[in-house]
């Protein structure tokens, strides 16, 4: 039977150079999902109907959730109302059905669905995957 041996010089030289490519590939990643949950966030609090208080608009913040799901590195990001100002954003976006307090049975009405954040995920959604794709197709030499 027939045998085959490579050797490789500079074998620990190459995988040095593929794992520092791999290092500054996910740390551009970080940056980009960084940006635009920021981006998000800033549009989200634009676009939020101003109530008398305004406490929704200013609630919206990024948040890194990669540890709660799971990754390894900062690539999962989210955008929502964060705190106790913004605990009604469900209210506001889906609206509600007729409601009628426990206590005395009074009706206090409906409020209609202001839905905004489907708008504010779309503004910035092309823009991202064409930075996220373009950074990943990015051919270097190593």
Known sequence: MAQIRVVLDG??????????????????LENIVKKYANKTAKTARAKAPVGPTGNLSRSFKAKDVSKKIGIPDRLAKTVTARGGRGWHLHLVELGT????????????????????????????????????????????VI
């Not at 074998?11 to 551009?28: C, F, I, N, T």
């Not at 009405?109 to 991202?128: I, K, W």
Request: no cysteine; net charge positive.
């Open 11 to 28: 074998g620990q030289e190459v995988l040095h150079k593929v794992d520092a490519y791999d290092r500054e590939l996910v740390s551009d």
């Open 97 to 140: 059905a007729a409601r009628m307090q426990r206590s005395t049975g009074r009706s206090v009405g409906t409020m209609p669905a202001s839905p905004f954040m489907g708008a504010v995920e779309q503004a910035n959604a092309g823009a991202y995957n064409s930075e996220i794709e373009a950074r990943i197709l990015r051919k270097k």
